[in-house]
């Protein structure tokens, strides 16, 4: 039987990160700038650990500054907020994230709107929320921004195409559905108290699944041939691997819908990649607009 074309994120990533170092290079070259990224972290989760890093790394392979912010969990708010102030302030800095989850005695929306929205490189403060909704030109949240190159590199135009987007999130869900219907697809936004789930999956071209959950969506949701995109990044237990080892499987039963799909991300290899790559983009993005250049012109 024939399987879906894997989509590559790894592959994309590479390339994206290629082009922003190659708009780093002509940033300095042509107009003596070099865009700074500043990172805060508060607290040592593993996995935020591990993201700071990788986002340090690639900041720098890509040319650009990197300035990592590390807070002790305890932190006061006032203290958080002071420094987002200061950043915002600082002129080498032109991209502010601070990294989620934040520790329960601070106001994680709080922090996110006190981020000067063009320098929002995760594209979360409700100015660029705002901007995403109405078609206008705010900075996008990552994942979903790189979800959307991945498809339009795939199929082409994505005009006229039914789309859905399984998951309601502020962070992926939301955006999602509206960079879907920028690019004139009708979209239906599909979560787990939607009735008659699969069949609503069944009658899309798209399948965005970002609802959380290790593959909710199985095989025979997917209408034969349509392109499907797994953001869900979920750790199951593996006993194949051994006593209390564990797996990464996403939101869609892979096994299954590569039997019917016409192409499809892999997890991990397929999403994950691209969210720093377009971190970066944003910052790119971020810089050109402070300064009044139009990206297009690098």
Same mark, same amino acid.
């Given at each position: 039987?024939?399987? @879906? &074309?894997?989509? +590559? *994120?790894k592959?994309? $990533?590479?390339t994206a990160?290629?082009?922003?170092?190659r #708009?780093?290079?002509?940033?300095?070259?042509?107009y003596?700038i070099?865009?700074?990224?500043a990172?805060?972290l508060v607290?040592e989760?593993?996995?935020?650990?591990?993201?700071?890093?990788?986002?340090?790394k690639?900041?720098?392979?890509?040319?650009?500054?990197?300035f990592e912010h590390?807070?002790p969990?305890?932190?006061?708010?006032?203290?958080l907020?002071k420094?987002?102030?200061?950043?915002?302030?600082?002129?080498?800095?032109?991209?502010?994230?601070?990294?989620?989850?934040l520790?329960?005695q601070i106001?994680?929306n709080?922090?996110?709107?006190?981020i000067n929205? @063009? &320098?929002?490189? +995760? *594209?979360?403060?409700? $100015?660029?929320?705002?901007?995403?909704?109405?078609?206008? #030109?705010g900075?996008?949240?990552?994942?979903?921004?790189?979800?959307?190159?991945?498809?339009?590199?795939?199929?082409?135009?994505l005009?006229?195409?039914r789309?859905?987007?399984?998951?309601?999130?502020?962070i992926?869900?939301?955006?999602?559905?509206?960079?879907?219907l920028?690019?004139?697809?009708t979209?239906?936004i599909?979560?787990?108290?939607?009735?008659?789930?699969?069949?609503?999956?069944?009658?899309?071209d798209?399948?965005?699944?970002?609802?959380?959950r290790?593959?909710?969506?199985?095989g025979?949701?997917?209408?034969?041939?349509?392109?499907v995109?797994?953001?869900?990044?979920?750790?199951?237990p593996a006993?194949e691997?051994?006593?209390?080892?564990?797996?990464?499987?996403? #939101?869609?039963?892979?096994?299954?819908?590569?039997?019917?799909?016409?192409?499809?991300?892999?997890?991990p290899?397929?999403?994950?990649?691209?969210?720093?790559?377009?971190?970066?983009?944003?910052t790119?993005?971020?810089?050109?607009?402070q300064?009044?250049?139009d990206p297009?012109?690098?």
């Amino acid at each position: 039987m024939r399987q @879906a &074309k894997i989509i +590559d *994120g790894k592959a994309f $990533a590479a390339t994206a990160r290629e082009g922003v170092a190659r #708009d780093v290079a002509a940033l300095k070259d042509k107009y003596g700038i070099t865009p700074g990224l500043a990172v805060v972290l508060v607290g040592e989760d593993p996995a935020s650990e591990v993201y700071v890093r990788n986002k340090g790394k690639s900041t720098l392979e890509t040319g650009m500054q990197s300035f990592e912010h590390r807070l002790p969990a305890d932190i006061d708010q006032g203290d958080l907020l002071k420094l987002v102030d200061k950043l915002n302030r600082d002129p080498a800095v032109n991209g502010i994230l601070v990294q989620l989850p934040l520790p329960d005695q601070i106001d994680e929306n709080a922090v996110i709107q006190s981020i000067n929205p @063009a &320098k929002d490189v +995760d *594209g979360f403060h409700l $100015a660029n929320v705002g901007l995403l909704s109405t078609g206008g #030109d705010g900075l996008v949240p990552c994942t979903p921004l790189g979800c959307i190159l991945m498809l339009k590199e795939t199929l082409g135009s994505l005009s006229g195409r039914r789309a859905i987007v399984v998951g309601r999130s502020n962070i992926v869900g939301k955006p999602m559905a509206n960079l879907l219907l920028k690019e004139s697809c009708t979209v239906t936004i599909a979560h787990s108290r939607t009735k008659d789930l699969p069949g609503e999956c069944r009658r899309a071209d798209i399948v965005i699944a970002a609802v959380g959950r290790p593959e909710m969506v199985k095989g025979d949701w997917i209408r034969k041939g349509a392109t499907v995109i797994d953001v869900g990044i979920n750790r199951i237990p593996a006993p194949e691997k051994g006593e209390g080892k564990t797996r990464l499987v996403g #939101d869609v039963a892979f096994d299954e819908a590569v039997q019917v799909a016409g192409a499809i991300t892999p997890v991990p290899g397929g999403v994950g990649p691209m969210t720093i790559a377009m971190l970066l983009r944003n910052t790119v993005t971020a810089t050109c607009r402070q300064a009044g250049i139009d990206p297009e012109n690098l």
